[in-house]
Every structure is written in C-alpha cells, then in structure tokens.
C-alpha cells in the first residue's frame, strides 16, 4: 500500500511538472538602438524599438531586415528622417496581424518625416517622344534617377508594415514626400497588409513601375488616399481602402504624364469613403472626387464603393464619384475602353460624373459604355488586428 502510494505521488509531481513547464511562454524583451547613415551589407534589426536618425539609405546589394513587432521611430526636431531603399537594395519587413512594424514619429504630427521611399528599375513612361527605356528624376528630394526596363525588380517584402504622420512638403511640386513612395518598383516586390496613416500628402504613390498591392489601408492623409504616374501598371493589386477626414483631396488620383497609352493598372475590391465635413487641402481647390482621371491616365477598376463625396458650399465645392479632368483623357481613355469601372456602388455623393476643363466634352455613363456598370458592390475585403489599429482605433470600423 506504502508502494502504491509513493508512485501515485511521484507521478502527481511528473504531471504537475511538465504543466507548469508547457504553460510557460518565454517573454521576448525588445532591443533598443539608432539606425542611421547609408546600411551597405546586409544587416537584422532584432524585435525592437528603434529611433531612425536621418535619410536612412539602403545601398545597392544590401539587404535589411526588421523582425515583426519593432517600432522605429523618428524625430522632426533632429531634420529630415526617411527609410530609403535604392535600387539594388532590399528591405525584408515581415510583421503579423498582431505584431505588426511600425515607422513612426515622435511628435505625432502629420507630415513629420518622409515615410518609406523605394527605387527599382522597373518601366516607366513620362514622355510620347523618348524612346525606352525611360528615365526620370525623384520629387521627393533626392533627385534620384528612376526608370529602367526590369519589370521583375524585386525591392524586397513589406507585409503588416504601418507608416504614420509622414508626407512631409517641404517645397510645394519640387520636394514631397508620401507615406509609401514607389520609384518604378517592380513586380517581384511584395508589397500586403500595409496602412498610411495620418500623412501630410498622398498615402501611397507609385511613380512608374510594375509593382502591386494588397490589402493597402490609406487613412487620414491630407492629399490623395491612392496616386500614381509615370504610367504605373501593377496588374495584382486589391483590397485598397481609403478613409478621408479632416483635410483630403482625391480618394485615386490617376495621371500618366499626358502620354497616350494603351497599358494600365488592375485592381479590384476597393473602398472610397470621406467623413462629413472633410474639406480639401487648398481651399482655393474646387473639386473633390473618389476617382479622378487627367493626363491620360487609365485603369481597369471593379467591385468599387464610394461614400461621402457631397457638394459643399463654403468654400463652393463639387463633390463627385468619378471626375475626368481633361479632353485629352476622355477623348484617348474614356471613350476608347481604357478606363473601365465595372461593378460600382455610388451613396451619399451629389455627382456621379464630373466633366473637367475645358468644358468641351460632358462626362456621363454613356461615355464609358460597357466599361461603367453598378451594382450592389461589396468593396475591400480587410481582416483587423494590431496592424490596422492605432492607439486603440481600429480603422476598419468604417469599413
């Protein structure tokens, strides 16, 4: 009996043991430190919070690496601040739904710093008359050279990446910088699960290049929510989400440097939405409009749900779903089946279409033909976590 006893204790305390031990998480303490200067060979930022010093640049055959859940923070008061990956260079930034990595600013003020900016040498067109490949020079700054004929370029990973309070304009069309900024980026890019938060300018531009998105979330940032030039064409991209408040212009600005064309973007599932009382981010502006086509720009756009583009009448402003700009654009795009808006669920919005200038062309659903339809749309299709909430926000709850 004494036996029996003994063993059942012994393996009480076997059981008891190996319990404890299964239930025990071992807790992962974050590294501090500075990131600074031109990173030349490749290098890992352990879990971390980090403060980002300067034009930080990723040089030509160097790979950086973030591990998910870091923080890197920035400070205006220190000058400019950016995350630059040049050409040849990569980044590898792979968070989670719940630990996701965050380029941040000290002060929380929009427009604090210049976001993430990465070159390739993908395709770009910005003139009818030269030849490719392209070429052409940064805004943001840098005055770098961009274009190229790779359309495979591979810039690296950024998944449940978030950026906030960047787009920093420093001089007005000469230096800006957005949130996101892709310089003929190709489509060997990965580019998932990324939000623009509360920047000064566009949430996401893309210059050129073959690069796509997915499940990208702009939110709160001044200028455009989605932008691009340079004839951009990613072909993959979906689940685009933008939310305007406070102060904003177009929900999709679409340009292509006045260069007819016959190539254009694809993206599906996407969500325009702007608060109430939104204003544009000049006053002297008269137009704010989820969509708006000029200087050739096209696309290939369905399952589509616009909200709150309304008229307002101090200052005088028209608000609209889909504005073509110019007769360049309606004439080259529009009518030739370029632009197409297929699947489209238009509520609380004063205009459908708005003709632009010079009024020699008037913009309807007939103009499109088959390439317009509506319907009951149902938008991006985004799944929340720590990635799309800021500081106990979540951004999708307007979704």
């Not at 930080?56 to 950016?82: M, P, R, Y």
């Not at 920047?199 to 990208?216: A, H, I, M, Q, R």
């Not at 756009?301 to 583009?309: C, E, K, L, Q």
Request: with cysteine; aromatic share 10%; charged share 15%.
């Amino acid at each position: 009996m004494k036996k029996l006893v003994l063993s059942v204790a012994v393996l009480a305390s076997i059981f008891t043991s190996c319990s404890s031990d299964d239930s025990s998480t071992p807790v992962k303490t974050p590294v501090t430190g500075e990131i600074s200067g031109t990173i030349s060979s490749d290098k890992t930022f352990a879990y971390g919070n980090y403060t980002l010093n300067g034009n930080v640049k990723i040089a030509a055959g160097a790979t950086v690496t973030f591990e998910a859940g870091s923080t890197i923070t920035a400070d205006k008061t220190n000058g400019e601040d950016a995350l630059i990956i040049l050409k040849g260079g990569k980044v590898i930034a792979v968070g989670t739904a719940d630990s996701p990595i965050v380029f941040t600013e000290k002060s929380k003020i929009a427009g604090s710093w210049g976001g993430i900016i990465m070159y390739g040498d993908a395709p770009i067109v910005n003139s009818a008359t030269a030849p490719a490949p392209q070429t052409a020079i940064s805004e943001d700054g840098q005055s770098l050279s961009y274009g190229g004929s790779n359309a495979q370029h591979n810039g690296g990973t950024l998944k449940f990446v978030r950026v906030e309070y960047a787009g920093q304009v420093i001089t007005q069309n000469n230096k800006e910088q957005n949130g996101f900024s892709f310089y003929s980026v190709g489509a060997g890019t990965t580019l998932e699960n990324l939000v623009s938060y509360k920047g000064n300018d566009d949430g996401f531009e893309f210059y050129g290049g073959t690069v796509s998105g997915k499940n990208l979330i702009s939110y709160g940032n001044s200028d455009d929510s989605f932008d691009w030039q340079d004839g951009w064409r990613g072909q993959e991209n979906t689940n685009w989400f933008a939310y305007q408040t406070g102060v904003a212009n177009y929900g999709v600005e679409v340009e292509a440097k006045s260069v007819a064309n016959t190539f254009w973007p694809k993206v599906t599932n996407i969500t325009l939405k702007r608060a109430a009382g939104t204003q544009t981010e000049a006053l002297s502006e008269i137009q704010l409009d989820a969509f708006q086509f000029k200087k050739e720009g096209n696309g290939d756009f369905s399952n589509i749900v616009i909200d709150g583009y309304k008229n307002y009448t101090t200052p005088a402003t028209n608000g609209g779903a889909i504005q073509v700009l110019d007769v360049a654009t309606y004439n080259n795009q529009v009518l030739t089946g370029h632009v197409k808006l297929t699947n489209v669920k238009i509520t609380n919005t004063d205009n459908n279409f708005i003709s632009g200038v010079p009024n020699t062309f008037t913009v309807n659903a007939t103009s499109f033909g088959a390439s317009f339809s509506t319907g009951a749309a149902t938008g991006a299709q985004l799944t929340g976590g720590a990635w799309a909430t800021v500081d106990g926000v979540n951004l999708l709850s307007n979704l």
